[in-house]
């Protein structure tokens, strides 16, 4: 293999994507390992190399003296085809061998449009696509991550599922396997007992029946093993979950080149358009002595010059100011940089502005996703105009020249006026620039107003929404190009058809599969990237599969209907997610958890800092 890679890497774009041998890698003797498992993120190296799922899974089971788990990435086209010329399968970057001949290939699936790549991956390996086709016990392929929350559009082509957080169901499944192996069990063996662990799915034990309208009529276990809902895992110690000393540190540049800790799971605000608000529930956090150890760790061993605190919202932690204050200790006499995304509107003070200060001067970014208060209010968004007025006059004050601003189009409820309300909200905010003293303002100013379109998503309130088809997006988009009259709001509108395959294969049902399959069959993957999306492919795909796209992006879906994922329990309860719909179209808020339990469904013993309305020692 290796002989063969020397000879096609120069002739591939980046070839240092495609050799391993990183500083940080995992090379082991596999005469000496029991175990191995392709972790594949199915999009290519410099996307997946910044995913911190795979950093803290590929650390965790590598841990293991006799398991080897080694990085995949999906290869940009060029290379994929000197692979196919050279008869090169798909390989893992530690030990260049052919995944085909691992015991496990695990996908995380990250977003809906990587679907196909998942699909040419398998077939890239020489493997069949069809999890019935693939008759032996190995690979058995996993598939992971926020999108396993409704897999079922990709049902056909996994062994099985892990739901929720990975880090201890993924070394009882290899610790079950390990144990079976010796008796070389079937697939099938091996399959009834891996249903048994608490958060896998194995899609091939349950039948789903329809109604004559087409909906889901019932979901059934076919075999005694299986349970009729499965439950995801949580961590509930997050201070005591496993967490990596070192990363791999590639040699060429990818999306987030920086060290990265994790400093919570989950979100306390409950806005009803965001799925991983709900599916990464509750809300647990570290406190501050591990998020500095891990930190030091980090830079240390890696040498990065920069580290992120990741989370859904970082000034969420309960002691973000202390946590800063201790941080820049380390930083500060390191010369290390502390960025920190995902930063509130309503969180921000002058405080936490001087701590971020060293971070980036010229421009904050926040997300207000509606124009007007009432549709903040509709999305539960819990920020007032007032707030959002506050904190870009304060950044403005210390210097800050440019403010990005994120919405949606297409929301539930929305209005022309509340289209309006974005430019109008935008000039208010300009007019803060010109407001504030020469002598504290920088020299110039700019607005970037970007707009997507809202797309229902399992496991929220908005999941009974339908979404706004393509001749609403565009009108909405000229209605507010029309209300933008100042150069010094920079307009950019993303309308596209990827907008409306996520919708699909968000709330598709198992029989979205044979369009998935058809589409692959034409040529779609990398449909996450503009220059390779083929929609007309996909168009024909549906048509031929007898999939309509408008019964699962644009239709209203009642409170009763069986969704083609009520099968999975995420513990968020789905009488609460029908009480926040229908305060949604009231126009009504709910406070965060902080404020007070909502009874969402999450059980204290979750380890969650608010749950059961009270608030726990971290």
């Given at each position: 293999m290796k002989n063969k890679l020397e000879k096609i890497l120069l002739k591939a774009t980046k070839p240092a994507r495609y050799i391993g041998g990183e500083?940080?890698?995992?090379?082991?003797?596999?005469?000496?390992?029991?175990?191995?498992?392709?972790?594949?993120?199915p999009d290519t190296y410099d996307v997946g190399m910044s995913h911190l799922g795979m950093k803290i899974l590929y650390g965790l089971k590598n841990q293991v003296p006799n398991w080897w788990c080694?990085?995949?990435?999906?290869?940009?086209?060029?290379?994929?085809?000197?692979?196919?010329?050279?008869?090169?399968?798909?390989?893992?970057?530690?030990?260049?061998?052919?995944?085909?001949?691992?015991?496990?290939?695990?996908?995380?699936?990250?977003?809906?449009?990587?679907?196909?790549?998942?699909?040419?991956?398998l077939d890239l390996a020489g493997l069949p696509v069809l999890a019935k086709d693939r008759k032996s016990l190995t690979p058995l392929v996993v598939g992971g991550g926020p999108c396993v929350c409704n897999p079922e559009p990709m049902a056909d082509f996994f062994d099985l599922f892990i739901l929720g957080e990975g880090e201890e169901v993924n070394?009882?499944?290899?610790?079950?396997?390990?144990?079976?192996k010796p008796s070389n069990p079937t697939k099938e063996e091996f399959l009834r007992e891996a249903v048994k662990i608490e958060g896998i799915y194995v899609p091939s034990f349950y039948d789903v029946d329809y109604n004559e309208d087409g909906t889901v009529k019932s979901i059934t276990p076919n075999v005694p093993e299986a349970p009729a809902r499965i439950k995801k895992r949580i961590i509930a110690d997050f201070d005591k979950v496993y967490y990596p000393d070192s990363f791999v540190v590639p040699f060429s540049e990818i999306v987030h080149d920086r060290s990265v800790v994790e400093v919570l799971r989950g979100c306390i605000r409950g806005c009803r358009f965001c799925q991983a608000g709900f599916i990464y529930r509750p809300f647990r956090e570290k406190n501050i002595d591990t998020i500095k150890n891990?930190?030091?760790?980090?830079?240390?061993?890696?040498?990065?010059?920069e580290v992120s605190l990741s989370s859904l919202s970082t000034s969420d932690h309960t002691k973000i100011n202390e946590l800063l204050l201790s941080l820049s200790e380390y930083t500060?006499?390191?010369?290390?940089?502390?960025?920190?995304?995902?930063?509130?509107?309503?969180?921000?003070?002058e405080e936490l502005l001087e701590r971020i200060q060293a971070v980036r001067k010229s421009g904050l970014t926040f997300a207000p996703e509606a124009g007007t208060q009432r549709l903040r209010d509709v999305i539960n968004k819990n920020i007032t105009e007032d707030e959002i007025i506050n904190t870009c006059k304060m950044a403005f004050e210390w210097g800050y020249t440019q403010v990005k601003l994120y919405f949606m189009m297409g929301q539930p409820t929305e209005t022309d006026d509340d289209i309006r309300g974005i430019a109008e909200l935008s000039d208010k905010i300009l007019q803060l620039y010109f407001e504030t003293p020469k002598e504290k303002r920088g020299r110039s100013v700019q607005i970037a107003v970007s707009t997507a379109t809202f797309v229902p998503k399992p496991f929220t309130p908005f999941e009974f929404e339908p979404q706004a088809t393509e001749e609403q997006i565009k009108h909405k988009q000229e209605i507010l190009k029309s209300a933008v009259t100042s150069k010094k709001i920079k307009l950019s509108l993303h309308y596209s058809n990827t907008s409306v395959l996520e919708a699909v294969l968000a709330r598709g049902d198992r029989r979205v599969c044979k369009a998935v399959y058809a589409a692959w069959k034409k040529g779609c993957y990398m449909d996450s990237w503009d220059e390779h999306f083929q929609f007309d492919k996909w168009l024909e795909a549906f048509e031929e599969t007898g999939i309509d796209t408008a019964f699962y992006a644009n239709r209203t879906r009642s409170y009763d209907e069986v969704a083609p994922w009520s099968h999975l329990d995420y513990l968020v309860s789905h009488e609460f997610l029908?009480?926040?719909?229908?305060?949604?179209?009231?126009?009504?808020?709910?406070?965060?958890?902080?404020?007070?339990?909502?009874?969402?469904?999450?059980?204290?013993?979750?380890?969650?800092?608010?749950?059961?309305?009270?608030?726990?020692?971290t």
């Open positions: 500083i940080g890698s995992v090379v082991k003797d596999r005469d000496k390992v029991d175990v191995r498992f392709a972790f594949c993120f080694e990085r995949v990435f999906m290869p940009e086209k060029d290379f994929e085809t000197l692979m196919r010329e050279n008869d090169i399968p798909l390989y893992g970057l530690e030990s260049l061998d052919p995944i085909k001949d691992f015991d496990f290939i695990g996908f995380t699936l990250q977003y809906e449009l990587s679907y196909n790549n998942v699909l040419q991956m070394l009882e499944l290899l610790r079950l396997y390990e144990k079976m891990e930190t030091k760790s980090l830079c240390e061993q890696t040498g990065y010059e500060d006499g390191e010369n290390v940089n502390l960025a920190l995304p995902s930063l509130r509107l309503d969180s921000f003070n029908v009480r926040e719909n229908k305060k949604a179209h009231l126009a009504q808020t709910t406070r965060n958890c902080k404020e007070g339990c909502s009874g969402c469904g999450i059980k204290p013993e979750c380890g969650g800092v608010y749950c059961g309305g009270k608030k726990t020692s």
